[in-house]
């Protein structure tokens, strides 16, 4: 009999030892060519000084790490403080059994937890499943950017590309 909790993803807070596992699921959102335009894999201290210590999240599932969110700030001015953008990486091999969505609610609730009261995304239209999860995760469409950056590396090298910018605006958080 399967043990029906193993494979049920369960959230928790990133630590050092998850930074191999971290940097290679990131490589792999690389490699799609739809989930970033960085091309390439950072050293984990260059990844933590880009996202904010908290919160900082993965997701286990069968026993190793599936996925991990986290935030970056957007701007050092102190009236955007609580303005964050979401980062959400999923194992390519665990796509599809819930774990994007888990990450997603973890981090909008520790995001609400540390004054967070704005979480944005940017994604690009042909990834579906992320402009799926951010949408149903209270995300709305606030516009496009057309041919906001170019491409890099990959098949799309050289290529334009659009960006589909996101927000999240907390009914908890920056209501005072």
């Known amino acids: ?84 953008e979401v980062s959400v990486y999923v194992r390519a091999a665990a796509k599809g059994r819930g774990v994007g969505d888990a990450l997603m609610k973890s981090l909008i609730a520790q995001s609400e937890a540390v004054g967070i009261w704005t979480l944005q995304a940017g994604i690009f239209p042909e990834n579906t499943a992320s402009l799926g999860l951010h949408q149903k995760n209270g995300f709305r469409i606030v516009g496009m950017r057309e041919k906001i950056g170019k491409m890099l590396y990959g098949p799309l090298r050289g290529q334009w590309r659009d960006v589909i910018l996101l927000e999240r605006r907390s009914p908890v958080a920056g209501q005072d």
């Open 1 to 84: 009999m399967t043990d029906l909790f193993a494979q049920v993803p369960m959230t928790r807070p990133m630590n050092a030892q998850d930074a191999e596992t971290v940097l290679a699921i990131y490589g792999e959102g690389i490699g799609t060519g739809h989930a970033t335009f960085a091309d390439a894999v950072p050293a984990f201290e260059d990844w933590c000084a880009a996202h904010l210590s908290a919160p900082r999240i993965a997701a286990d599932l069968d026993g190793a790490v599936a996925g991990w969110a986290a935030l970056a700030g957007i701007s050092g001015r102190p009236v955007y403080a609580g303005v964050a």
